[in-house]
């Protein structure tokens, strides 16, 4: 199995890049963050055309979340148990050949101690217990997308900028290690043990030219994945295309999957 996960800054806007990527890449799998449109206005026949089915959990204007798959997707769960229709579209999970995968849009927080700073933090801790309460960690498990937290400093460009700042303080990062000790294993981490590996760059100040990017996007299995995980990289190249997102894939190959 081949998976990758996008945060696609509107699917509308990036739909060319999108086909374009699919058709290069040949994923299995695609997770997809912050697709920026309702469900009816997703472009369902587009992605039909090359190869894929949908399941959709979409916001109109925000959020959204999507999982873009060749094989059948079962048992989806749109959002946590106890969302109301007001709840922002953030999470997504299907089992794919009987693999749980589990897609996320974590909240960006805005600035350290808002109220949106707040909500992530409480979003956070609901996503562990959401974990705790549905999934096993002795099972095939995959929780992939935008976190929104570079967990450590080798994942920052510049850690003493960042550090105390949105996307880097330690709350943030302590919430997303308690969520890992559910029993995750990063699969980047598997492969590449140096920094300087990134998955988002601002599109202000020539980010992504001067390589200033942080490690945001994630791909984290469970035991039984993580031994059968081959490699995992970041597909910088795309982020070069025109009119890119700000994030590039992030892919992930497995074995006897």
């Known amino acids: 199995m081949k998976l990758a996960t996008w945060n696609v800054n509107s699917i509308i806007a990036r739909l060319p890049l999108v086909t374009r990527w699919l058709e290069k890449e040949k994923p299995d799998v695609l997770c997809i963050q912050e697709t920026k449109c309702s469900d009816e206005k997703f472009p369902l026949l587009e ?5 894929y089915d949908c399941v959709l959990f979409g916001q109109q204007s925000y959020n959204g979340v999507a999982i873009v798959a060749r094989n059948n997707c079962a048992n989806v769960v749109r959002g946590f148990p106890e969302d109301t229709a007001e709840s922002h579209a953030r999470l997504l999970a299907a089992d794919i050949a009987g693999t749980s995968i589990i897609d996320v849009y974590v909240p960006n927080g805005q600035i350290v101690g808002s109220d949106k700073y707040q909500f992530k933090l409480g979003w956070m801790k609901r996503l562990r217990e959401f974990l705790d309460q549905n999934y ?7 929780l992939c997308g935008d976190f929104n937290v570079a967990p450590e400093e080798r994942d920052v460009h510049n850690p003493q900028l960042w550090r105390n700042r949105i996307l880097f303080s330690e709350p943030e990062k302590a919430a997303l290690q ?17 920094g300087g ?22 791909i984290w299995v469970s035991p039984p994945l993580a031994q059968r995980n081959l490699r995992c990289w970041i597909d910088k190249e795309t ?6 997102s700000d994030h590039a894939p992030v892919i992930a190959e497995f074995e006897n999957i």
């Open 47 to 51: 992605l039909k055309s090359v190869g």
């Open 136 to 142: 096993d960690p002795n099972s095939p498990v995959l």
């Open 178 to 194: 308690h969520i890992k000790d559910w029993g995750f294993t990063d699969t980047f981490r598997l492969h590449t043990e140096e």
């Open 197 to 218: 590996h990134y998955s988002w760059w601002d599109y202000r100040a020539g980010g992504f030219r001067r390589n200033l990017g942080l490690r945001i996007d994630h």
């Open 239 to 244: 982020r070069a295309w025109e009119r890119p």
